[in-house]
């Protein structure tokens, strides 16, 4: 939850390949507060059932600049042996993108919902409500 010093942010994955959420997905956020600052790991989470990621750590007061950080290619390696489970295929498991990080300025006061889209080898990301 953003207050008048501080902004919030969320996000959720849509596998578009499938055109179902993405669950499982590891994601890590981190801040900084100014262009030139380091970088401050805050935690993390993953996806849900809905490809939502519901708990991310609140941003502190003076975030400039948010990374957040998904870890899709376990996800693509565990959707691959599914597959593989009802019809064995001799396919590359290796994933093109094996992580995603999205970078983004931030304001107080804001709400930033950043869905990734994403599938085995694109991604796409937008500023949602």
């Given amino acids: 939850m ?5 902004a919030s942010v969320s996000t959720h994955i849509l596998d578009t390949s499938l055109g179902r959420p993405a669950e499982g997905v590891a994601i890590q956020l981190a801040a900084r507060s100014g262009r030139d600052a380091a970088w401050q790991a805050l935690g993390g989470s993953a996806t849900d059932a ?3 990621c519901k708990d991310l ?3 502190p007061e003076g975030t400039t600049h948010v990374r957040l950080d998904f870890a899709v290619e376990p ?5 691959q042996a599914d597959a593989q489970q009802d019809a064995p295929a001799n ?3 290796d994933a093109f ?3 995603v990080a ?5 304001k107080p006061g804001e709400h930033y919902h950043v869905p990734l889209l994403l599938n085995p080898f694109g991604y796409s990301v937008y500023r949602g409500s």
Wanted: charged share 30%.
């Fill in 2 to 6: 953003s207050t008048s010093t501080t």
């Fill in 50 to 52: 809905d490809g939502r």
């Fill in 57 to 59: 750590p609140a941003l």
């Fill in 75 to 79: 996800y693509f390696e565990k959707k």
């Fill in 91 to 93: 396919r590359d498991s």
């Fill in 97 to 99: 993108f094996p992580e």
């Fill in 102 to 106: 999205i970078t983004f300025a931030v």
